[in-house]
């Protein structure tokens, strides 16, 4: 084999082998997500496929049948990852099932990517690993020096590793779509094939290019209930817009990656408003900016960072009308998303397809009496340099004097350590901070203010006009729904990201195994009395003080045990809550509480099988990576021993 043709065949490879490797991130992502973990476990299969592969190739090098076992092995791999997108959307259905809930299915993410990359791309890669050794191989047979073929083999295969990694993030993907760009890689391989053979089957190197007009569907088949809008497979992301009922009214959802129960942008029909979610409880932010005054709209300048597809801008046209609302989000795909599905932003503004970081390091100063921050990616997690000391440092510098920083946070209490995390690095920049939880939600708002005293008790003295804004108003202004951080929670720096860990132990915490007991009833007060507070104060949202008052009873009656159900439900004690439905149930004088008891417990009893449906997929994903673990590696002794077995003869 001449060294041009031997170059030509590694720098191909190259293209084809790093196009692989960062296109099956995005194809799992409709499945899995695109965090680190799943990146982590795509390399490391990559990684390990290649090793596997060099030490076959150098196997089966040298000798006059080496150039026809490559060209085999090349056809073999081009035909295998052509398989790949076709297996990924069922593989991926299965290990990962659409009703998982988004906060108990991480097991299920991590194994089941584990899973899917080694069926789906540890094949293929380690038959493309076996061609290195095996091009030097044959230069050297052609009498060319160790060293030189060496140096040529790996410096083709790097360049073509270096245009291969750019061809598939910035123009591959984002332009043809991710099942494309692996039909595309599996194409350039079936060429090397040829090109190993020299002889051409124009049907091999073509059928992979020609799935691309065959295939078609979506990437993942929208949940039961659910219409899909559109899908689009940015530079950035997998997003899906869906269209469905909730509580009785038609909305538009903007899902990211593995989606699962979880949105990016809501948008109901009818409203600005989104039913509840945590969005709406932002728009108290210019209340406390102005101690407890209802501004002008003229007069509010808001910036808007992780931009929800429009969602705030909306919001805060609809409450503060001539506001100004300046959105920056760094996916361009979903600022047009936000334009076509979602009533476009319908504030006065301008949206920057920018890092959030980057643009408050260059905004002027003094700009804004608002910053919302609003930065979520991969679902769960909030990005390191958008959570810094160093970046509050920045967003404190756009703020006008009085002006307060609203952040959007996941958290399933107060103690939540990435809610105080969050909060104690606020608290480092601004000198206090307060949370507020939102009722019926795994979010809170964490609140700082610029160079004046930040007083949540102010919110009683605004009476706005609009219905919906009076209702958030009214339960945002009770007395201790806002908790300053008082807490030594660390505080998060750009050379210390700890939040995705800190992320996990929370989820550990809020799913923590072990038989809930019920709340006491062993004090003084009157049964009915005690009804009647715990009652008012649910309605309220003061879940806290529904279950301090049901402690004070002097004896449990079905009521309370409902009313105790609802106040831990809503803490997310969604074990706490069944419980007290079940204990309710079984006391004789339910009477009538019969019906709404046994609705709630068997809606509490289907989250909870929820729970142990993803840790049930979780642990079935952990055997099968073991099982295929296995089964590679038994495979590949099995190959190897025969390689060498005929290299004796």
């Given at each position: 084999m001449g060294g041009g043709r031997a170059g030509a065949v590694a720098f191909l490879l190259g293209v084809a082998m790093m196009g692989l490797e960062l296109t099956a991130v995005r194809l799992l992502a409709p499945h899995f997500g695109d965090s680190a973990y799943v990146w982590t476990n795509v390399i490391g299969v990559m990684l390990v496929a290649l090793a596997a592969g060099a030490w076959l190739g150098g196997a089966m090098a040298g000798g006059p049948r080496a150039p026809r076992r490559l060209a085999t092995a090349l056809g073999a791999g081009a035909l295998l990852a052509g398989v790949a997108p076709l297996l990924g959307g069922p593989l991926g259905a299965w290990?990962?099932?659409?009703?998982?809930?988004?906060?108990?299915?991480?097991?299920?993410?991590?194994?089941?990517?584990?899973?899917?990359?080694?069926?789906?791309?540890?094949?293929?890669?380690?038959?493309?690993?076996?061609?290195s050794p095996m091009l030097v191989a044959a230069l050297v047979?052609?009498?060319?020096?160790?060293?030189?073929?060496?140096?040529?083999?790996?410096?083709?295969?790097?360049?073509?590793?270096?245009?291969?990694?750019?061809?598939?993030?910035?123009?591959?993907?984002?332009?043809?779509?991710?099942?494309?760009?692996?039909?595309?890689?599996?194409?350039?391989?079936?060429?090397?094939?040829?090109?190993?053979?020299?002889?051409?089957?124009?049907?091999?190197?073509?059928?992979?290019?020609l799935l691309v007009f065959v295939v078609r569907g979506p990437l993942r088949v929208p949940a039961d209930g659910q219409q899909l809008l559109a899908e689009r497979e940015s530079a950035y992301q997998f997003l899906q817009v869906v269209r469905q009922t909730r509580d009785g009214a038609d909305t538009t959802m903007l899902k990211i990656n593995e989606g699962l129960d979880s949105f990016h942008?809501?948008?109901?029909?009818?409203?600005?408003?989104?039913?509840?979610?945590?969005?709406d409880w932002h728009t108290v932010a210019p209340i406390l900016a102005r101690d407890g005054a209802i501004p002008e709209g003229r007069d509010v300048r808001v910036l808007s960072l992780g931009a929800a597809a429009g969602t705030f801008a909306r919001l805060f046209a609809a409450v503060y009308p001539g506001c100004r609302v300046d959105g920056v989000e760094i996916d361009p795909a979903v600022i047009a998303l936000g334009e076509r599905f979602f009533g476009g932003r319908q504030a006065a503004g301008a949206d920057y397809a920018l890092d959030a970081r980057v643009f408050v390091e260059r905004c002027p100063a003094a700009s804004y009496d608002v910053v919302l921050v609003d930065t979520y990616v991969r679902q769960i997690y909030v990005p390191a340099h958008v959570a810094s000391v160093e970046f509050f440092t920045a967003a404190e510098r756009c703020l006008r004097p009085g002006g307060v920083v609203s952040v959007n946070s996941g958290g399933w209490s107060f103690e939540d350590p990435v809610v105080q995390a969050l909060g104690a690095t606020m608290k480092r920049v601004f000198g206090a901070a307060y949370a507020f939880a939102v009722p019926w939600s795994r979010n809170f708002v964490l609140v700082a203010r610029k160079a004046e005293?930040?007083?949540?008790?102010?919110?009683?003295?605004?009476?706005?006009?609009?219905?919906?804004?009076?209702?958030?108003?009214?339960?945002?202004?009770?007395?201790?729904?806002?908790?300053?951080?008082?807490?030594?929670?660390?505080?998060l720096t750009d050379d210390c990201p700890r939040l995705d860990g800190l992320q996990h132990e929370?989820?550990?915490?809020?799913?923590?195994?072990?038989?809930?007991?019920?709340?006491?009833?062993?004090?003084?007060r009157d049964?009915?009395?005690?009804?009647?507070?715990?009652?008012?104060?649910?309605?309220?949202?003061?879940?806290?003080?529904?279950?301090?008052?049901?402690?004070?009873?002097?004896?449990?009656?079905?009521?309370?045990?409902?009313?105790a159900g609802d106040a831990r439900w809503a803490r997310h004690d969604v074990a706490g809550a069944h419980a007290e439905f079940e204990a309710a149930i079984a006391d004789a004088s339910a009477g009538e509480l019969a019906a709404p008891l046994q609705a709630r417990a068997k809606a509490s009893g289907e989250f909870l099988s929820g729970l142990a449906h993803a840790e049930a997929v979780g642990l079935r994903n952990g055997r099968l990576l073991w099982g295929v673990g296995l089964g590679f590696l038994m495979a590949f002794f099995a190959v190897l021993r025969r390689t060498h077995a005929g290299a004796a003869v």
């Amino acid at each position: 084999m001449g060294g041009g043709r031997a170059g030509a065949v590694a720098f191909l490879l190259g293209v084809a082998m790093m196009g692989l490797e960062l296109t099956a991130v995005r194809l799992l992502a409709p499945h899995f997500g695109d965090s680190a973990y799943v990146w982590t476990n795509v390399i490391g299969v990559m990684l390990v496929a290649l090793a596997a592969g060099a030490w076959l190739g150098g196997a089966m090098a040298g000798g006059p049948r080496a150039p026809r076992r490559l060209a085999t092995a090349l056809g073999a791999g081009a035909l295998l990852a052509g398989v790949a997108p076709l297996l990924g959307g069922p593989l991926g259905a299965w290990l990962v099932p659409q009703d998982l809930p988004l906060e108990a299915a991480m097991a299920a993410l991590v194994r089941g990517s584990l899973v899917a990359t080694s069926i789906l791309f540890a094949p293929p890669v380690l038959l493309l690993g076996c061609a290195s050794p095996m091009l030097v191989a044959a230069l050297v047979e052609g009498g060319v020096r160790v060293g030189r073929a060496s140096g040529l083999v790996n410096a083709s295969s790097t360049i073509g590793s270096l245009l291969g990694t750019f061809l598939a993030t910035h123009l591959l993907v984002p332009t043809i779509g991710s099942r494309a760009a692996v039909w595309a890689c599996a194409a350039v391989v079936a060429v090397c094939a040829a090109l190993v053979a020299r002889r051409s089957s124009p049907l091999a190197t073509a059928l992979p290019a020609l799935l691309v007009f065959v295939v078609r569907g979506p990437l993942r088949v929208p949940a039961d209930g659910q219409q899909l809008l559109a899908e689009r497979e940015s530079a950035y992301q997998f997003l899906q817009v869906v269209r469905q009922t909730r509580d009785g009214a038609d909305t538009t959802m903007l899902k990211i990656n593995e989606g699962l129960d979880s949105f990016h942008s809501l948008a109901v029909d009818g409203t600005a408003w989104t039913g509840g979610a945590y969005y709406d409880w932002h728009t108290v932010a210019p209340i406390l900016a102005r101690d407890g005054a209802i501004p002008e709209g003229r007069d509010v300048r808001v910036l808007s960072l992780g931009a929800a597809a429009g969602t705030f801008a909306r919001l805060f046209a609809a409450v503060y009308p001539g506001c100004r609302v300046d959105g920056v989000e760094i996916d361009p795909a979903v600022i047009a998303l936000g334009e076509r599905f979602f009533g476009g932003r319908q504030a006065a503004g301008a949206d920057y397809a920018l890092d959030a970081r980057v643009f408050v390091e260059r905004c002027p100063a003094a700009s804004y009496d608002v910053v919302l921050v609003d930065t979520y990616v991969r679902q769960i997690y909030v990005p390191a340099h958008v959570a810094s000391v160093e970046f509050f440092t920045a967003a404190e510098r756009c703020l006008r004097p009085g002006g307060v920083v609203s952040v959007n946070s996941g958290g399933w209490s107060f103690e939540d350590p990435v809610v105080q995390a969050l909060g104690a690095t606020m608290k480092r920049v601004f000198g206090a901070a307060y949370a507020f939880a939102v009722p019926w939600s795994r979010n809170f708002v964490l609140v700082a203010r610029k160079a004046e005293p930040l007083r949540p008790e102010t919110l009683a003295a605004a009476h706005p006009q609009q219905p919906d804004f009076a209702r958030v108003l009214a339960q945002a202004s009770r007395p201790g729904a806002w908790q300053p951080i008082d807490g030594d929670g660390p505080v998060l720096t750009d050379d210390c990201p700890r939040l995705d860990g800190l992320q996990h132990e929370a989820m550990r915490r809020a799913h923590a195994g072990g038989t809930p007991a019920l709340t006491a009833m062993a004090g003084t007060r009157d049964p009915n009395e005690v009804a009647e507070e715990a009652r008012a104060a649910l309605v309220e949202g003061r879940a806290e003080d529904v279950l301090a008052a049901v402690r004070s009873a002097r004896a449990p009656t079905p009521y309370l045990r409902l009313l105790a159900g609802d106040a831990r439900w809503a803490r997310h004690d969604v074990a706490g809550a069944h419980a007290e439905f079940e204990a309710a149930i079984a006391d004789a004088s339910a009477g009538e509480l019969a019906a709404p008891l046994q609705a709630r417990a068997k809606a509490s009893g289907e989250f909870l099988s929820g729970l142990a449906h993803a840790e049930a997929v979780g642990l079935r994903n952990g055997r099968l990576l073991w099982g295929v673990g296995l089964g590679f590696l038994m495979a590949f002794f099995a190959v190897l021993r025969r390689t060498h077995a005929g290299a004796a003869v």
